[in-house]
């Protein structure tokens, strides 16, 4: 029972970042709107992370699963994507890698700031 809870607790956002999406004009997707509430109200301490955490982890662990739909699209689609392949292909690269230097610089950067907090105390 306590899974139920917590996985409808995680829902009820889904729908309000459904509702948000539907009420503002932004280009922006559901999911996010529902995960910054989500992250919001858990910083907010208004819904405590024991309230979400284990449909959360699990959530996480089946993850590779959620994609399975998603790549059986791509193959379907594949008449559309092969004309336009290659550039796709080089985009995924190049951005992958952007995000993985500056995943690592950010990262860095924080070990040191807390290295020096550290120290200072």
């Given at each position: 029972?306590?899974?139920?809870?917590?996985?409808?607790?995680?829902?009820?956002?889904?729908?309000?970042?459904?509702l948000?999406?539907?009420?503002?004009?932004?280009?922006?997707?559901?999911?996010?709107?529902?995960l910054?509430?989500?992250f919001?109200?858990?910083?907010?301490?208004?819904?405590?992370?024991?309230?979400?955490?284990?449909?959360?982890?699990?959530?996480?662990?089946?993850?590779?699963?959620?994609?399975?739909?998603?790549?059986?699209?791509?193959?379907?689609a594949?008449?559309?994507?092969?004309?336009?392949?290659?550039?796709?292909?080089?985009?995924?690269?190049?951005?992958?890698?952007?995000?993985?230097?500056?995943?690592?610089?950010?990262?860095?950067?924080?070990?040191?700031?807390?290295?020096?907090?550290?120290?200072?105390?």
């Amino acid at each position: 029972m306590k899974y139920v809870r917590q996985f409808l607790l995680i829902l009820f956002f889904s729908f309000l970042g459904e509702l948000l999406k539907y009420l503002l004009p932004f280009p922006v997707p559901a999911s996010i709107y529902g995960l910054v509430l989500l992250f919001l109200a858990l910083e907010l301490r208004i819904v405590r992370l024991d309230a979400v955490r284990d449909a959360g982890n699990f959530l996480i662990e089946i993850m590779p699963l959620l994609f399975i739909p998603a790549g059986a699209g791509l193959i379907d689609a594949w008449d559309a994507l092969k004309p336009i392949f290659l550039p796709l292909l080089v985009i995924m690269v190049v951005s992958t890698l952007i995000v993985m230097v500056v995943s690592g610089h950010v990262t860095q950067f924080m070990m040191r700031r807390k290295n020096r907090e550290d120290k200072r105390q």
